[in-house]
Structures are given as structure tokens and as C-alpha cells.
């Protein structure tokens, strides 16, 4: 019975706040989904011999086929057509090519197939704005000669997707030309005798830019690779509001195994991006941050490593699940992770590391977590649309007046 009453106690709240927000001309929906790449690319990056990463990359290449993505764009168009948001932030959009081609999975481009979908389900989305990460071609030896037989590419992006009829404009180049990269960011480990630079500035990728500090495999049998990490960012007007909206992916917590000090790459390219926003933003446009933070809200700091999570609250961001109205019925909205051949038919989501920040005075959000049940009917993998689960939210920014009104009509009730 309190459970009951606690559930229409909570559905009145949300139609009491969603009936202001239609009276006040909406607000703005927003949505982060980490698409996945559909396989652990670990071990290629630690393989040590031309041996070893030819195996790996052809493990890994069988795990993104049989994680079939045109399928789990299909379950991540659902979960669109459910919640129409305004703008989508999407990592781990990747494309894959054989010899330059589309051929087929594993070789799609995730980002056309998750068009196709939309459109498929009659949603108008197009690409607001684009940073690229990883750009890689890999030579794959089949005769025993030293002349490539086949070549393998692979890109790995942060996107953003707007709905039909949202006016934006992609925030991209330097920031003295309105754009959001190379702001010169002081270290917050300068002298501290650590092997980066006392100044970090961003470059541009795309429409975004990419983070100063990021991991690399410096050795590999192919020569060095970058894997770097980046933000992207859009302004755009939805209800006759204007928004500042951006999209990141950092650095996992540990991205070397054998160095647990690596955790300070993602700490690092937190406080650039929280710096970056506060340097570029205009005064009172609102601020949306949203993306795969690879970071809990419970991570504490070790030594002078700050966790991102940490590093961007301490900016004055409010994470928007901390006063989420729909909160009652999922109080951790964990968002990682399900198996990484996606074979679990049930849940296994564990932690919270995908957020919406906003950085505004005052907003009423209804949120929830995305991807949560599975592809059905589970005759076969892959039985879900991603590793990680996305998050919804439709923010809701009163002015005081209407924060005045809201309250003193909820007293009277």
C-alpha cells in the first residue's frame, strides 16, 4: 500500500511539473546514448608482437559482427521514437571499412545505420555536429609476403544529432572565432614532475576538438596509435530558448592496467572541458553537459587525482538525477554494463557513469534511464542495444516568477 501510494504520489508530481512546463512552452529534451563499438579492444592494444595483433584484431572484428549493429541501432531508434528528444549526444559512433568500403558487418558505419532507423521509424534526426577520436588503418598480411593484402579502417566519433526543426549552430574552431578549442587551461599538476604539458589547448576535430592530454599506444606492431577523447558542442534554440549543449567520452578510470596512476588522463581532461565551458560559454546561456564521464558519482579523489565526476560538480554543475522527479522509481539509474558480447538477458547494469550536467540556477528535470530491457525475443545475441544504457531527460527552466507560482500553487495543494 505505501508503495502504491508513493507511486501516485510520484505521478502527480510528474504531471504537475509536466503541465508547467506545457504552460511555460516546454523546455528542452535531451538524450546521451554510448552506442558501443561492439567489442574490448584491449587486447589489441596490449598485443606485443605482429602476431598478436593480427589475432586480436581479428577477434575483435568477429565480436563487432556478432554484435550485429544494425539490429541494436534498430533497439536504439526505439528508444528515440519513445522519447523524441530535442538533441542527442552519442559516443562511440563508429565506422568500420574494408578497403575503404561499407561491405557489410562487421564493416558498417554505425552513424549511417543509426540514421537509416530513424528514419526507418519516421524520425527526422540530422548531424548537428561532429569529433573524431580514433582514425586508424590497420594492414592485414593474408600471402606470406611483405605487401599488404586487405586494409581495415576504423573511426571512432562523438555526435550530435538534432531533430528536424531545432536551429543550431556547431560551436567549432578556436574560441576566439566561437568556437570551443584551444583555450590555454593550466595544469592542476604542473611542477609536479608528471609527463604533461604546465598549459593544456584543445585541438580541433571536426566540429570539436580533442583534449590535450589523452592514452596512446606508443609501441604497437603498427607504429604509435593516438586513442584520444574529445567534446563536442552546439548552441540551439528549442521553445524559443537558446541552449549551449555539448557532448564528451573520457578516458576509462584505468586505461593502462599496469599503471593505476593512468586514472589521471580522464582527471585531466575533465578539468580542461569544465575550464574550457566556463571560459566560453556567454553569461546566462543555459549550459547542458552531457556524455560518458567514465566516473560515479561515489569515485574519491587519490592523491592529486580529482575525479572527473568530482572535478565537474566542484565547476558548478549540478548532475540534473539528483533532483530527477522520476528518481522514486530507480534510485541508483545505473547506466554500465552489460556483457561485452551484449549474450545477458537480463540487466547487469551496475554503475552510474553516464550524466546530464546543467549548469543553470534553477531547472525541474524528469529523467530516466534508457536501454533497460532487452531485444526480444532472445532467440539469438545480440540481446542488447549497448553495453551501456542511455539517459533521458526533459529540462524544464523556470523563470522566478513561474518558480514563485509553481511553489505557491503546489502549498495551496
Known amino acids: 500500500m505505501k508503495r502504491l501510494f508513493g507511486f501516485a504520489l510520484a ?92 561491405v557489410g558487418p562487421p564493416f558498417v558505419d554505425h552513424l549511417a545505420e543509426t540514421l537509416q532507423a530513424l528514419a526507418d521509424k519516421g524520425l527526422q534526426y540530422v548531424v548537428a555536429a561532429t569529433s573524431v577520436n580514433l582514425n586508424i588503418t590497420i594492414p592485414v598480411f593474408i600471402d606470406e609476403d611483405e605487401f599488404p593484402d586487405q586494409w581495415i579502417s576504423v573511426v571512432d566519433r562523438d555526435v550530435i544529432l538534432a531533430r528536424i526543426g531545432v536551429d543550431y549552430t556547431p560551436l567549432a ?10 583555450v590555454p587551461i593550466p595544469s592542476p599538476v604542473a611542477g609536479m614532475g608528471l609527463p604533461f604539458p604546465d598549459t593544456f589547448i584543445s585541438t580541433p576535430s571536426e566540429d570539436g576538438c580533442n583534449y590535450t592530454v589523452f592514452a596512446g599506444v606508443p609501441l604497437s606492431p603498427i607504429g604509435p596509435i593516438a586513442i ?82 568530482q572535478v565537474i560538480a566542484g565547476a558548478g554543475f549540478a548532475d540534473m538525477w539528483d533532483t530527477n522527479i522520476l528518481r522514486y522509481f530507480d534510485p541508483d539509474g545505473f547506466t554500465c554494463c552489460q556483457l561485452e558480447d551484449l549474450s545477458n538477458t537480463t540487466s547487469q547494469l551496475y554503475e552510474r557513469i553516464d550524466h546530464i550536467f546543467v549548469r543553470d540556477g534553477s531547472f525541474l528535470p524528469l529523467a530516466f534511464v ?18 551501456h544504457g542511455g539517459v533521458f531527460a526533459s529540462l524544464y527552466f523556470p523563470s522566478k516568477w513561474q518558480w514563485h507560482k509553481h511553489w505557491k500553487r503546489t502549498k495551496k495543494h
Open 228 to 309: 584520444a577523447r574529445g567534446f563536442v558542442g552546439v548552441d540551439a534554440r528549442v521553445g524559443g530558448k537558446k541552449y549551449r549543449f555539448v557532448n564528451t567520452h573520457l578516458e576509462i578510470d584505468l586505461p593502462d592496467p599496469e599503471e593505476p596512476g593512468s586514472a589521471i588522463v580522464q582527471s585531466l581532461q575533465s578539468v580542461e572541458l569544465a575550464a574550457t565551458l566556463l571560459a566560453t560559454t556567454p553569461p546566462g546561456r543555459k549550459l547542458i553537459l552531457l556524455g560518458d564521464f567514465n566516473s560515479r558519482p561515489d569515485d574519491l579523489p587519490v592523491g592529486p587525482i580529482i575525479p572527473p565526476y
Open 11 to 102: 505521478a502527480m508530481l510528474v504531471i504537475g511539473v509536466c503541465a508547467s512546463a506545457a504552460l511555460a512552452g516546454g523546455g528542452i529534451k535531451v538524450m546521451t546514448r554510448n552506442q558501443y563499438l561492439g567489442a574490448d579492444l584491449t587486447p589489441i592494444v596490449v598485443a606485443q608482437s605482429p602476431e598478436e595483433f593480427a589475432a586480436a584484431v581479428q577477434t575483435a572484428l568477429a565480436q563487432v559482427g556478432a554484435n550485429y549493429f544494425p539490429l541494436r541501432a534498430q533497439s536504439l531508434a526505439k528508444e528515440v521514437a519513445l522519447t523524441r528528444p530535442d538533441l542527442i549526444g552519442l559516443q562511440e559512433v563508429f565506422d568500420f571499412k574494408l578497403d575503404g568500403e561499407n
Open 173 to 182: 574552431g578556436h574560441y576566439s572565432s566561437g568556437g570551443l578549442c584551444g
Open 370 to 387: 534508457t536501454g533497460t530491457r532487452p531485444i526480444y525475443p532472445l532467440w539469438f545475441t545480440p540481446n542488447w542495444g549497448s553495453d
